[in-house]
Structure formats: structure tokens, C-alpha cells
């Protein structure tokens, strides 16, 4: 892709956007596993080590108080451990990534062929039900930890999880993702396709050949590969005028919302299928137009369950600066800065 962009101005956008988001008052949970994320991902995108200094001193803070209980949602606090321990080879926290593999394999709910059962809490949240989300939370860290250990069973029950994700949430006809699956219901409850479950979707799934260079050998990936491909064929073609994605990707009265957006532009570019630059040059345009001076990412919409209807998409608020809307267009803008130069 040839992406036009001022480098030295993404560079100082993604800077704010970080700096906004090292000042927000976020705890161990999911909001903050995606907000750090992209934190790492700036750094990699730049090497600047006061990324990871800041990451580290916040990370030994949490830890000397107590870190809470694990759900699979809080298990997205996994991908900033594991960049942590990459640069700073401090065993401690490689520890706690194991542990949060350990519970995803021998203690998380799980239904039907072993599918992990979307949880945010201790308790049984969704009976057997599982939610795009799952793939980023926990589906895309086992897989980053199974990669990094040379683990086949750890990697095959990541690929695992994408495969049933896909089954459960793609709709054949139009390519889209529905939100939820509900095996109790044998449904996709209000069956709506959200702008963010597409995102989990469809970035997760980018970064499978990133990180598995003998993908072509696992079944499964074949699966990702036709899914990503079909999936991002249908939501090119519903990208606003303003270069963004809706709420809800296929209802023209939603609202659009910049995380969904930065997931999709950033699976796109992670992708990397040439004819997908003209989309991506106009994400661009629309992200950075919701991007204030001091680094917050506007437009995203609040923390969302699978709702009871379209209104309940439509009225979700986005007034507020959340974590995941800063974490995901960190990994868009990172993603821009380490394409190769031409």
C-alpha cells in the first residue's frame, strides 16, 4: 500500500493519543488491556522508551497492590505483559501472562467443541454464548503466547477459537459479523452487525500470518484467510463519505464510530491487499478529523452487550474517552507508521 501521510505529523498524533492515554484512570480490565495494547504498539511503531517505562511503572504499581480475578475480558492485560516482558526480560511478568493462559485453558467456561464463553466477570455472565470480543481478549493472546513458546496445543486451541468464531458470528450471504451467538437460543439474538465486533473480527484475524509464518500448515487458518478476505469485501463497501464505519456497519441512521473504524482501516492494512489503499487513505482523513490536540479519540461508542435491537446500537452514547478507542487507533496509526517505506 501507498499510503500518503505526513510522518512527522502522524508521529506527534500518535505521541498525544498515547500521552491522553497514560493519564486516563484505567484498571485491569478490558478497557485497559486494549488502551496499553496500542501503547505497545507505539511503541514498535517508534522504540520511544518512555512507553515502556511508563507501561512497567504502572504495571509494578497494580501488581503490589493485588491484581483482581480473572474473566476472559481482563485477559486483554495479556498483550501489554507480553511486550513487557520482551523488552525488559523481567521474568515477573511472563508469569502472570502464564497464569492468564492458564486459567483460559483449565478454568474459563467454555461450550459446546470447547468455545470460550465470553465472560467480564467471576460469575457465568452469558451462558454459553460468544461474542466477536472474545477473539482480541483472549483468542489473539493465546495465540501470540502459543507462537512465542512454540506450543502446539496452545496455538491450535487459539485457532481453535477463530475457527468457532467464525462459524458462530459470520454471515455466509453478506460476509458481515453478527455481535453474539447465544448456543442456549441457537441465534444471533438481535442479530445485528456491530461496527466493533467486525473490528475485533477482522483485526484479529489480520495479524494471524504476522505472527504464524507456517500458517498455510494449520487447517484453520485457511478459514481465517477466506473469512477476512469475504468480510472485508462487504465492509469496504459500506464506508461513509467521511471515510469512517458505523456503529452498526449496514444501518444507514447509526452513528459513525471511530474504533470500529480504526480496527477495520488497520486490518486492512495488515492484510495488506493493494486495492484496499484507497479505503485506508480515507480512514485516515476520518480518523485524524476525530483526534483532538491533546490526544483524545472522539466518537467512540460506550462499552456495548449484545442489545436488544437496533435502537439499542443506534443509543449507545459516545461522548466519552474510552480506552479501547484509544488503544484501537494507536494500533491503526502504528500499524500506518511501520508499513514499509517506498
Not at 504495571?59 to 523488552?87: K, Q, R, S
Not at 500458517?215 to 484453520?220: G, S
Not at 480518523?287 to 461508542?301: Q, W, Y
Request: glycine share 8%.
Amino acid at each position: 500500500m501507498k499510503i500518503n501521510f505526513d510522518r512527522q505529523h502522524l508521529l506527534d498524533v500518535l505521541d498525544s493519543v498515547s500521552t491522553k492515554t497514560m493519564t486516563m484512570d484505567l484498571t485491569w480490565d478490558w478497557p485497559c488491556g486494549v488502551a496499553y495494547y496500542g501503547i505497545t504498539k507505539a511503541y514498535e511503531a517508534t522504540g520511544k522508551q518512555e512507553y515502556i517505562d511508563w507501561l512497567a511503572g504502572w504495571t509494578d504499581e497494580y501488581i503490589a497492590l493485588g491484581l483482581p480475578g480473572w474473566n476472559v475480558n481482563a485477559c486483554a492485560m495479556g498483550h501489554m505483559l507480553i511486550t513487557l516482558y520482551e523488552v525488559t526480560g523481567q521474568e515477573k511478568y511472563w508469569d502472570i501472562v502464564m497464569e492468564k493462559v492458564d486459567y483460559l485453558r483449565t478454568r474459563a467456561l467454555r461450550f459446546g467443541d470447547s468455545v470460550l464463553q465470553h465472560t467480564v466477570s467471576s460469575k457465568n455472565d452469558f451462558p454459553e454464548q460468544c461474542w466477536a470480543d472474545t477473539l482480541f481478549m483472549a483468542a489473539y493472546f493465546l495465540l501470540r503466547v502459543g507462537v512465542k513458546l512454540k506450543d502446539e496445543d496452545i496455538i491450535n486451541d487459539a485457532l481453535k477459537q477463530y475457527y468457532w468464531h467464525i462459524k458462530y458470528l459470520q454471515e455466509p450471504a453478506s460476509g458481515l459479523w453478527f455481535h453474539g451467538y447465544s448456543n442456549v437460543q441457537k441465534s444471533h439474538m438481535s442479530g445485528i452487525h456491530w461496527g466493533r465486533a467486525n473490528a475485533w473480527g477482522a483485526y484479529t484475524m489480520s495479524r494471524v500470518k504476522k505472527l504464524l509464518s507456517d500458517w498455510y500448515l494449520y487447517p484453520a487458518c485457511m478459514d481465517i484467510e477466506c473469512s477476512l478476505r469475504d468480510q472485508l469485501a462487504s465492509v469496504k463497501l459500506l464506508q461513509t463519505e467521511n471515510g469512517l464505519w458505523r456503529t452498526v456497519l449496514d444501518d444507514p441512521q447509526s452513528y459513525e464510530e471511530v474504533s470500529a473504524s480504526c480496527g477495520i482501516a488497520a486490518a486492512m492494512i495488515n492484510n495488506g491487499n493493494p486495492l484496499h489503499t484507497k479505503y485506508v487513505q480515507k480512514a485516515l482523513s476520518g480518523v485524524l478529523d476525530n483526534i483532538t490536540e491533546d490526544g483524545r479519540v472522539l466518537n467512540v461508542s460506550g462499552g456495548t452487550a449484545v442489545m436488544k435491537d437496533l435502537e439499542g446500537y443506534r443509543n449507545v452514547p459516545r461522548s466519552w474517552t474510552q480506552g479501547w478507542g484509544q488503544g484501537l487507533a494507536l494500533a491503526f496509526l502504528a500499524a500506518l507508521l511501520m508499513q514499509p517505506e517506498n
